[in-house]
């Protein structure tokens, strides 16, 4: 599956020749011209990687770089920035840009940086995934041998139950909606009703939680989805 990267740049000569660049080059891209837009898109769509002008309408560049690392997310950034003394500020304030280009620039240097930070990104998150057991409270949840332990007690999910209980762990506290389960396990192109994920849901929780009336591991999230609660993580 492509890459997907987002590109906020209200300067539309930049933008247009960045966009036709990344696209030729097998990225599915995204524009946009403005930066609440933008950190919106970031949040809802999670791209892989994004190409972030430091001056735009609404929030700036810096403001979202901070705000999306304040929720957490490592989303890859690189920032485009127009004066030397912007890049100098880009560095010194260490907001969590993975990198920085000065305007004017070259689409080959981009391409290079943008095919370097998405290697980097790519072998941390396999890294991650690699990473031991998920634990929730009692709940031990181990990726690799696709095993689930309840206390010393191994409970049999299905291969979607697993992949549900997972999504959870890893984004442990996060609300996350019954279309981006939707997304992350069914996949974008499979044509289910958000329902499926209720129906999956109930069946993990019959399996995990101690009192259906009063589940203690699975949250609901009235009209959004579901978060794992966080008080058995300790995050
Ligand atoms: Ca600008």
Known sequence: MSKKILVIEDEPAISMAVRDELAFEGYTVDVTDDGDTGLEKILENR????VLDLMLPGKSGFEICREVREQGLKTPIIMLTARTQDADRVRGLDLG?????????????????VRAVLRRSGTEGQETKGSGPLQAGDLQVDPRKHKVFKGAVEVNLTPIEFQLLELLLRRAGEVISRDEFLNQIWGEKVYVTPRVVDTHMAALRKKIENDLNEPSYVISVHGVGYKLNETLTGT
């Open 97 to 113: 840009a993975d990198d920085y280009l000065v305007k004017p620039f070259s689409l080959a240097e981009l391409l290079a940086r």
């Open 47 to 50: 791209p892989d990687l994004v």
